[in-house]
């Protein structure tokens, strides 16, 4: 089982920066991908960005190039670095792992955190 907490939510202004940061802790063999998404209200949830274990990133085309990705592998933590945040950027924040359990897996799982709410004005 792997827990998920997510901390560094809050509020911020048109132009501002925030730090989400997700940290993974239980009992699991591996941990491989890592991820944010978002859940604006009256929309799907989405990707935000994610990034392997390897440290490859992937990034939604709305946050790209203002928001960066970040992991320690050592902390077991991800980083969620947001600059230049804008009002539509408003919504919770959600950290998901990838975790391999046991070495005998055939199969990773995914796991959430509860969420971080994030509120930009303008």
């Known amino acids: 089982q792997v827990h998920v907490v997510e901390s560094g939510g809050g509020s911020g202004q048109l132009g501002g920066s925030l730090r989400l940061s997700c940290a993974a802790s239980?009992?699991?063999?591996?941990?491989?991908?890592m991820g944010w998404y978002l859940h604006a209200p009256g929309k799907e949830r989405e990707l935000v960005a994610t990034i392997t274990s390897g440290g490859t990133t992937n990034y939604s085309d709305s946050v790209n190039g203002r928001f960066t990705i970040s992991r320690d592998n050592a902390k077991k933590t991800v980083y969620l670095q947001m600059n230049s945040l804008k009002p539509e950027d408003t919504a919770v924040y959600y950290c998901?792992?990838?975790?391999?359990?046991?070495?005998?897996?055939?199969?990773?799982?995914?796991?959430w955190g509860q969420g971080t709410q994030v509120t930009i004005s303008s």
């Open positions: 998901t792992v990838s975790a391999t359990l046991n070495p005998y897996s055939m199969s990773d799982l995914n796991y």
């Open positions: 239980g009992s699991y063999f591996r941990l491989n991908a």
